[in-house]
């Protein structure tokens, strides 16, 4: 063998080894990919929440089956620290909101971390509904994102839904009422924080708060009402950020609808919301909610929703027939609308809609009564089918006097009588034979002309 084969065999076993240390080298670099842990009474990963948290590691997804989970989850369990998700999902693993329930009872949060923070990583929570006896339903302290997505707290010990520290909090979806203290609170959050869609009523508290937050803080399509204190209580916010508390149902709060306490001298963008009755809260009508500065800063609330605007198309509709019924909400520009929802879309619908001749269809529901939200274009729709000619009186029945009717004509349907339908058909026959001798008269005549 001459020296270049030599050579050659020599390097072959050489280029494997480094190949395979290659491969074992990736091998570890590699992340490892993402498990979803499954929880329930019989035949999944774990029967406990808890359990699953503690056998998670990062990027894992949690998978609860419907039903009640005795236990308050502590998410600093999981060891070592991570991003994380928690949902609520059915067999088939299609996400169920409101179908498992966490209650801590007289033990602590339904589902809460370490405070102060010891847990670093994303925390994404969908679908449960958490509850305590002795504290809060949610209680969450990350160092990282917080995403809180159709949660419902209702009748905890402490605040409904507390997120005390985070990069950037997303609460979306969520009900919280009847709760001891403030429905949804955030404090001390460094980095942008939405708050929409979300119902908060019936608190001893205040409905939705925020405080020292530094980053953009926008609450839309909403509702707080019925508090025991404000509607939206917004605290220590600072210069050079973005406020919103717009588009949203604030009313019948034993506080103010909007309250601002801040030693900056910040605005909050507070228009197009409805704040109880047509006249704002500047108006003198007692039914409407009232806005409350302390200290420095401002509350933008003008325009604010003052016009309901019902139409139907078609107007008269007819017996047997759909017309779509359609309900707008504006100032009386119409330059500003209520926006979809408002309210927890996954919660009990804000509207209530009836008629006294047919059916009424929305997403869901059919029937004399259904229940709705508004939809997209800003617009809340129905379909009425009338059963009877005259007229037929749709009603729409919303939170703090947001009510509206229209009555909408109805035409008997037409249905031609047995002998029209023979005279019809003996008419159609006969003009079929005219044109027929027509044709034919038209043929001879261009044949002869041709000879």
């Known amino acids: 063998m001459g020296k270049k084969g030599f050579r050659l065999g020599r390097l072959v076993p050489l280029v494997t080894v480094l190949a395979l240390v290659l491969a074992l080298l990736f091998a570890f670099a590699a992340p490892v990919s993402a498990a979803t842990i499954t929880v329930c009474a019989v035949g999944c990963d774990h029967t406990t929440i808890q359990a699953a948290v503690n056998a998670a590691n990062a990027n894992d997804v949690i998978h609860a089956y419907p039903g009640t989970y005795n236990e308050s989850v502590d998410l600093s ?8 998700t928690l949902m609520t999902v059915n067999s088939a693993g299609t996400p169920t909101p409101g179908t498992a329930t966490v209650n801590g009872g007289a033990t602590g949060p339904g589902i809460y971390t370490v405070v102060p ?3 670093s990583g994303n925390v994404t929570i969908d679908g449960f509904i958490v509850d305590s006896t002795v504290a809060h339903g949610a209680y969450l ?4 994102d917080v995403v809180i997505r159709n949660v419902i707290a209702s009748g905890t010990a402490g605040h409904g839904i507390y997120v005390t520290q985070g990069d950037e909090v997303t609460i979306t979806h969520c009900t919280a009422s009847n709760n ?5 609170l955030v404090v001390g959050v460094s980095g942008r924080v939405t708050i929409s869609n979300c119902t908060a009523n019936d608190n001893d508290g205040s409905g939705i708060g925020a405080s020292a937050v530094t980053g953009d803080l926008t609450i839309n399509r909403c509702i707080a009402r019925d508090n025991e204190e404000d509607g939206v209580d917004l605290e220590d916010l600072q210069l050079g950020n973005t406020f919103v508390a717009n588009r949203s149902i604030l009313c019948s709060n034993s506080g ?6 801040t030693p900056n001298n910040v605005t909050v963008d507070a228009e197009g919301n409805w704040w109880g009755c047509t006249a704002g ?3 003198v009508d007692p039914a409407c909610g009232g806005v409350l500065v302390v200290d420095q800063g401002s509350v933008d609330y003008s325009p604010w929703i003052s016009l309901i605007t019902a139409s139907a198309t078609p107007d008269p509709g007819t017996v047997g027939q759909p017309t779509e019924v359609r309900f707008q909400f504006s100032d009386s520009a119409r330059t500003i609308f209520l926006g979809k929802g408002p309210g927890d879309l996954h919660g009990a619908p804000t509207f209530t809609i009836h008629t006294d001749n047919g059916t009424l269809t929305d997403t869901d529901e059919t029937g004399a009564t259904v229940h709705e939200f508004i939809g997209s274009g ?4 129905v379909t009425l089918i009338p059963h009877a000619a005259g007229t037929a009186a749709v009603t729409l029945d919303g939170p703090c006097e947001l009510d509206a009717g229209i009555i909408v004509g109805v035409e008997a349907e037409f249905v031609p009588e047995a002998g029209s339908i023979l005279l019809l058909g003996s008419g159609l026959a006969g003009l079929a034979g005219y044109a027929t001798l027509r044709l034919r008269s038209g043929q001879a005549l261009r044949w002869r002309t041709r000879e």
Do not use: Q, R
């Open 77 to 84: 369990g999981m060891t070592p620290d991570g991003n994380i």
């Open 117 to 119: 923070p010891s847990f």
């Open 141 to 144: 302290a990350v160092n990282g």
């Open 180 to 184: 001891h203290l403030t429905g949804i």
């Open 256 to 261: 103010a609808e909007v309250d601002l306490d």
């Open 281 to 283: 809260p500047e108006g």
């Open 378 to 381: 800003n617009v809340l729709s």
